[in-house]
């Protein structure tokens, strides 16, 4: 009898050891404990990285930690999402347009699963595409841009961020649907595709807005021509939708959010779309965003994972029909 109440002593404190031990384990371990690392899979100077850092610079004072933003670009934005599917500290996200998840896997061979190599946490906000000219071409509407591109096969340039990205799934959509040879020029990225467009080094462009370029089109540097999205801007009601002037399939618009790494905790992830979404319902976190004519959108990690999947199997048919390849 003895040997057996030692025993079961022995047992519970073995047992509360453990606990003490699994306890000190779980507050060494409360999340986060460290600083943040938001990747920007696109270069310094566009939309996504703009916003990132004001997201960053808000998010600091609710979780407490330093929040960094990296930009790693290249490959459509695949390289920087590769980057955090690989990541294994537990404190690094991606904030990017859902395109290296739901586009890029149909055009490039990419290094991650788009569905199962990571968590959806928080979608932020929709951001209309502008189709614009450059002072170089004299046309004053989008018709005229198609009507000189059908009377001059080739002539007419037209510039995007890259091969494979929304504004190239656009660009294809609009010559499929017009027949007009347009000249696609893509580049690396938006910083330099601004500051050609603002040269004048090609015709059109479509981009996503954001200071920089709202800042060239009210110096009337720039013209916007067309716009995406289900309803023309308040900033800019005079400028008709690609829908409106026929061309729905065009009409695209991006979707920026954040990411983690698949395996991240529950509880982290439900952490971080509580404080991301807080952040967003600030009237002047919204304000800032309206300047730049991008629309708040938030939601719940399931919601926002639903669109991602939905997103994924549209553009896999898009990318068949039109027969748009990456190079």
Do not use: C
Request: hydrophobic fraction near 45%; charge should be positive; proline fraction near 7%.
């Amino acid at each position: 009898m003895t040997s057996r109440r030692t025993a079961l002593a022995a047992s519970a404190g073995l047992l509360a050891g453990m606990a003490g031990i699994a306890s000190r384990a779980f507050a060494q371990a409360a999340w986060p404990n460290r600083p943040l690392k938001i990747v920007v899979p696109y270069p310094a100077g566009g939309v996504n990285d703009a916003v990132a850092r004001m997201l960053a610079e808000e998010l600091r004072p609710l979780l407490g930690q330093p929040v960094v933003v990296d930009n790693r670009a290249g490959a459509g934005g695949t390289i920087g999402m590769d980057a955090v599917a690989k990541a294994e500290d537990g404190h690094t996200l991606a904030f990017a347009a859902i395109s290296p998840l739901t586009l890029n896997p149909h055009l490039m061979k990419v290094q991650y699963d788009p569905i199962r190599d990571f968590v959806p946490v928080a979608s932020v906000m929709y951001s209309p595409v502008y189709v614009m000219a450059t002072p170089r071409f004299k046309g004053r509407s989008f018709n005229d841009a198609i009507a000189a591109a059908k009377a001059q096969p080739g002539k007419v340039s037209i510039a995007s961020s890259g091969y494979g990205t929304l504004g190239h799934i656009m660009i294809e959509q609009i010559r499929r649907k017009s027949g007009a040879d347009l000249t696609h020029v893509p580049y690396k990225g938006g910083s330099q595709l601004i500051t050609d467009a603002a040269g004048s080094q090609f015709d059109l462009f479509v981009a996503n807005p954001f200071a920089s370029i709202n800042s060239l089109i009210d110096d009337g540097k720039l013209r916007v021509l067309a716009v995406t999205g289900p309803r023309r801007l308040p900033n800019l009601p005079q400028v008709p939708t690609l829908a409106e002037l026929g061309y729905p399939e065009a009409n695209l618009t991006s979707l920026f959010g954040f990411y983690a790494p698949a395996g991240t905790p529950p509880d982290v992830v439900r952490r971080l779309n509580a404080d991301i979404n807080k952040v967003l319902a600030e009237k002047e976190t919204q304000e800032r965003l309206r300047k730049l004519d991008n629309v708040v959108s938030t939601g719940t990690p399931q919601q926002f994972a639903a669109v991602i999947e939905r997103e994924h199997s549209t553009n896999a048919r898009l990318v068949k029909e039109a027969n748009i390849k990456a190079e």
